[in-house]
């Protein structure tokens, strides 16, 4: 039987065939994918030629290509589609690719090789985009462990390959408590619940087979739950539910993993010389040292802190005046945040969200890039992996740039959150490769799906990173698209949030799903009034997830995180009524994998530049000019990771910026 996997694909834009390929595909093409990337790794290092950028560097760029394939669709399947196939294969992939790395990064002859170009590098007659690929190369093998030798290398490769056995073991637990937990709800139950939210739960109970409506763990259900029930005893329910995720005891408990892992993270840096994992691990991003991320976050948490404070004094006395006693509790904020919110902007979900329909938010994003960038968009009728996922063609003056697919809607089989991810990325080493984007969503179906304007900022941002990687023009696929700096990733991303708030993109977009009328302008001001509402909670519950991860990686690894967490808690006196947006035995951010560990702070690092960028562009006549779009795509959505983060911020806008504009855009400069 021919494995679709590993021929030659004949479809439109190279997509995989996804109707032709099967789970039992993916084992004997993982298999040959390694071995015919360890054949080529083989002939690199056993060169007996002197070493050169071409016969060394270039050839291990170009090393992966079968590899890089198998593994971009099966690890984009098995977060948007698992089943227990996938699940099993990922928990068997883990090792072996733990393995390879380790294998290649202790390959001495190969890092000689390396070595030995590093030591010439100046008198190679390199570009820069050459040189800074030779330098990452080099940075990246030694970070890896490939200057050790005897016990502590041998050391390093066990840790590192239980460390993507935990990861995986992470991911899956967490994803069986979301997919497990539901709470129905009787015809009763749904009093006071906008349709909305009665039709999202009455589908998530068609979802799961039940007879009735249901409550989920996904946010997009819960949520609007917490914002909208009036019954405190099944907000309280669910609310404890969706807090416990990973922490049910049993098999799916990630407290043991997540102690785990915290030791091996310290040893693995240990072992490189580091006196902490988060010493190791901030060493290459923007903000280089635990001092500058806990300086960062602490400048933000003090005003955010005073702001939640006198918020939950406001909610405290409307809970009293609902005649309960007692304490302001996590699941009554968002409950009467909500109430207090229609009363103070005139403003409610259920108003709003008729005017965010999911296809108009699309057609919205789509129109800003096109007025930006020149981006069109066409949709494709293609076989893709799920029937929720849709596609289309990315072009430019004709010319074909990428294939764009979304998968927005949640579901059993779709891991929490959302996220952009390629099956292919963009290079030029070897041929134009154009990339194949995903972006990934966690939206609550309905037909027509409405979005909260929190949903919509969610599509805003994966698209961000989206553009990203279709924007991508470098010659080297490890230095493409996102390939740059965690803490500046989320520049794009954040970025282009902004655009959601700009009043003729509503206008224009923001159309109601029944009537097919605008969005009154009236509202539509209200709405822009209302975007620092709130802030406070927002702001507190992630920074308190933020330097809870800073704390687990600065120093010793605790012997018991939940512990730790809560000294960490203690200590910055985080309000009772307020819960942090990622509790340890579900933060998939820094435990499934080591992407985030010591790096949650990015996505506010990069809010520093955001807000900052944006200014830009309305210092330069609005929001869409010319300009400013082309300076943002020649130094940073085309760039890559071709220099340096800062260096591209500089170029794009002369300066680096300062915390303030980050504060003024919370609306937290004026906090008490």
């Known amino acids: 039987m021919t494995n679709p996997l590993l021929t030659d694909w004949t479809t439109p834009f190279a997509l995989p065939p996804f109707d032709a390929i099967e789970d039992a595909h993916f084992a004997p093409a993982m298999e040959a994918a390694l071995e015919e990337g360890r054949a080529a790794i083989r002939a690199i290092a056993d060169n007996t030629e002197p070493p050169t950028f071409a016969n060394t560097i270039e050839a291990l760029e170009l090393a992966d290509a079968m590899l890089d394939r198998v593994a971009g669709v099966f690890y984009n399947l098995a977060g948007s589609d698992s089943n227990e196939a996938r699940q099993a294969l990922q928990r068997e992939f883990a090792p072996k690719l733990s393995a390879y790395s380790s294998e290649i990064t202790n390959n ?44 502590a290398r041998d050391r390093l490769t066990e840790v590192k390959s239980r460390l993507s056995v935990l990861g995986t073991e992470f991911t899956q637990n967490l994803l069986a408590d979301e997919r497990d937990w539901f709470m129905p709800l009787s015809e009763e139950d749904l009093e006071g619940l906008p349709g909305f939210v009665v039709a999202a739960a009455r589908e998530a109970g068609r979802e799961k087979g039940q007879d009735g409506p249901v409550v989920t763990l996904s946010r997009s259900l819960i949520v609007p739950f917490l914002q909208f029930s009036a019954r405190r005893d099944l907000r309280e329910t669910a609310y404890r539910a969706w807090a416990a995720r990973g922490m049910n005891g049993g098999t799916t408990d990630n407290r043991g993993i997540t102690a785990e892992v915290l030791t091996l993270r310290e040893e693995r840096a240990r072992l490189l ?59 009554d904020w968002r409950y009467y945040s909500e109430k207090r919110r229609g009363a103070e902007h005139d403003l409610n979900e259920a108003e709003l969200k008729p005017y965010f329909q999911l296809d108009a938010m699309i057609e919205a994003a789509f129109d800003c890039a096109n007025r930006l960038f020149g981006l069109e968009f066409a949709p494709l009728d293609v076989a893709l992996y799920h029937p929720d996922a849709r596609a289309w063609e990315v072009t430019r003056n004709g010319k074909h740039l990428a294939v764009f697919i979304g998968d927005y809607f949640a579901r059993g089989s779709k891991r929490s959150g959302a996220w952009c991810s390629t099956m292919r990325s963009q290079k030029k080493l070897g041929g134009d490769v154009r990339p194949i984007v995903v972006n990934v969503c966690n939206f609550a179906k309905g037909d027509p799906c409405l979005l909260s304007y929190d949903d919509a900022r969610t599509l805003f941002h994966e698209f961000g990173h989206a553009l990203h990687q279709m924007l991508s023009d470098v010659t080297y696929g490890s230095i493409s698209g996102t390939s740059v700096a965690r803490d500046f990733v989320e520049l794009p991303s954040q970025l282009y949030e902004h655009w959601l708030e700009v009043p003729e993109v509503l206008g224009t977009h923001a159309r109601h799903a029944e009537t097919g009328e605008p969005m009154p302008r009236a509202l539509l001001d209200r709405l822009l009034a209302a975007q620092t509402y709130d802030m ?14 800073l704390d687990f990686h600065d120093g010793a690894a605790p012997a018991d995180p939940m512990a730790a967490q809560a000294a960490t808690l203690a200590r910055i006196g985080m309000p009772n009524a307020i819960g942090m947006r990622h509790a340890t035995p579900h933060f998939a951010h820094v435990f499934a994998g080591d992407g985030y560990s010591s790096g949650y702070y990015s996505y506010m690092w990069s809010e520093v530049m955001d807000a900052d960028a944006f200014a830009a562009f309305e210092e330069a006549g609005g929001p869409f000019d010319a300009d400013t779009a082309a300076k943002l795509e020649r130094f940073i959505l085309s760039a890559g990771g071709s220099q340096e983060a800062d260096a591209l911020y500089t170029a794009f806008r002369g300066r680096m910026p300062g915390v303030e504009a980050l504060l003024k855009g919370r609306g937290l400069d004026t906090a008490a």
């Not at 090789?113 to 010439?120: G, P, T």
């Not at 948490?301 to 007692?326: C, F, R």
């Not at 406070?536 to 809870?548: H, I, K, W």
């Open 536 to 549: 406070g909670f927002q702001t507190v519950e992630y920074v308190a997830s933020a330097l809870v991860d």
């Open 108 to 151: 001495a002859a190969l890092f000689a090789r390396i070595d030995d170009l590093w030591q010439r590098r100046e008198s190679l007659g390199l570009g820069d985009e050459q040189m800074r690929v030779l330098y990452l190369t080099h940075r990246s093998f030694t970070r890896s462990g490939a200057a050790l030798d005897g016990e």
């Open 273 to 331: 010389g580091y006196d902490s994992f988060a010493a190791y691990k901030l060493e290459t991003e923007m903000a280089g040292t635990p001092k500058a991320v806990r300086d960062l976050l602490m400048a933000v948490w003090e005003p955010a802190k005073a702001q939640a404070e006198a918020d939950a004094a406001i909610l405290t006395e409307m809970l009293h005046a609902d005649g309960i006693n007692g304490a302001l509790e996590p699941w």
